[in-house]
């Protein structure tokens, strides 16, 4: 039975949700800049808007990050094998410089390289990315020199994307702007900025995922499609959005949305591949015949057990696997008490893809950290998560100064190493299982604490489910007891089935009896509920 909901008109704009009241963890880390807002303090009155203040700390903690680069700008890249390693500071960015050809003035994907890789084999448009950071890289000098001012132009426009995610992902959740911080002071982020070109792909997953939040479909696909231009992961969130428009009925957003999707993707790689399709086709076949690599389930399992697993075989399990979790996901989606949020699902989708693949490299952290933010937004689960995430990034850069140094063994040994892949795993893995708590759970869901439904799901937001089973099908009707808070959603009858009013769950302040469906006044958690009895409205429901 399809549950109807619908919001209110008449409601009051709720306030902006202050961290330092909720979270335990951001009021003792605000004590560093004094302390938690007062409830006398004058809001809206600095032209410092919880926007511009994240974008601000962004670009502070990036320009920190291009600082931890500096042993390698001053030598490191250029003298000693195993030195960029050894102070943790490697970039792909300036040995791709002569490595691709770009110092030659060669065009990606139409000339031919010399060196172990005929062409380049990154996407179209984060080549057209790196071609134009090399047409504002002088030719003069030494290799050397146009090496770093090649890095330091990439780093530039880089923090731009930077500077966009974090403001993307501020202005997402309406009620929640200072959830960028998560974003902005993430430690790896900063660590991993500048190691590779991931920051348009994800810079443009952010501002898709604010149009589709802003209940723009077109324009969500537009850029999700010039996302997986740039990166091949972007595209993965047409699953979760299909599943989410299926239980709430919005096909026709889902096709203006896949629509959008596949014309900005045609648009960007048709010329190529119509014109060079060798050079083109370079990403699709490099990512199929890679072998095993650095930072994967299947290189642990290689190394620790001894099974040789062939690339074909990674590619089989992976796409198993993945195959699994999208059943999976499917069917709690359709199942759960509540619609599942469109940011939690993205996580996992993208999380699981991250699991599954035959390669981590450090940087493919930051595919998943604005996600986090909006999935997520609690700091103890976060900085976990980020803990491990910076172990092993050290340990990757350890283990490679260890393989690199000869004799000397200067680093990590492969145990070591094998410890901080079991790390990023298990800490990938915790995130992971805290989210689907939440979308089980939804009273344990921060977002949706105060009442929201789903701030990031745009049409979605308050929508009625049109397609549900199981537990969601069937919603319990008699009152139950629960001593703590219960989350009052902030969804109302449809229209002309009740005279009005908000239902959902509600609780009162001393754990009295809950009644799904009743009327509850106030949009606070821990509101005044009305006790339960048995003839309430039928579309009610308790968790």
Sequence with gaps: MPSAETTRTDVPKPEPVQPTKEDKVAAAG?????????????????????VRVMALVMIGMFALGMVQKFPCYDGAWFFGASSQYTHACYSDIPHLYQGRGFAEGLVPYFDRLSGDMDYLEYPVLTGVFMEVAAWLTPGGGSIQDQEQVYWMVNAGMLMVCAAVIAVCVARTHRRRPWDG???????????????????????????????????????????????????????????PVFLLCWRAGKWRDFWR???????????????????????????????????????????????????????????TYAMLLMFLVCGGMAVLVLTAPRRPRFAQLAFLIIAAFILTNKVYSPQYVLW?????????????????????????FLGIWMYLAYTTSGDAHKGLPTDGYHLAIVLHLVGTLYLCAVVVRDILMPERDVVRRAGDDDPSGGVLDG????????????????????????????????????????????ANNAGGNIAGGDKVEGDEVGGHGHGGHEGGPPQGRSL
């Design 30 to 50: 605000s004590e560093l800049i004094g302390g938690p807002l007062g409830r006398r303090a004058l809001l809206g009155t600095s032209w410092l808007t919880p």
């Design 181 to 239: 911080l998560l974003v902005a002071l993430a430690p790896a982020f900063a660590l991993t900025a500048t190691i590779n070109w991931d920051l348009l792909a994800v810079a443009l997953l952010a501002a898709a995922m604010l149009m589709w939040a802003r209940g723009r479909a077109v324009a969500f696909g537009v850029l999700l499609g010039l996302a997986t231009a740039a990166k091949f992961y972007p595209f993965l969130l047409l699953g």
């Design 257 to 315: 949305a896949l629509a959008g999707a596949v014309g900005a993707w045609l648009a960007v790689n048709l010329p190529v591949m119509l014109l060079a399709p060798e050079g083109w086709a370079k990403f699709y076949t490099f990512s199929r015949e890679r072998g095993v690599d650095f930072g994967s389930i299947w290189l642990l399992i290689t190394q620790r057990i001894s099974i040789q697993i062939t690339p074909s075989q990674a590619n």
């Design 368 to 392: 998943l950290i604005p996600l986090a933010a909006l999935a997520r937004p609690r700091w103890r689960d976060f900085l976990i998560w980020q803990a491990c995430e910076v172990a092993y």
């Design 463 to 506: 929508a009625p489910d049109v397609v549900v089973f199981g537990r969601a099908d069937y919603p319990p009707r008699h009152a139950g007891y629960y001593e703590g808070p219960y989350v009052q959603w902030g969804t109302g009858y449809p229209e002309g089935s009740h005279p009005g009013g908000w239902y959902g769950v509600g």
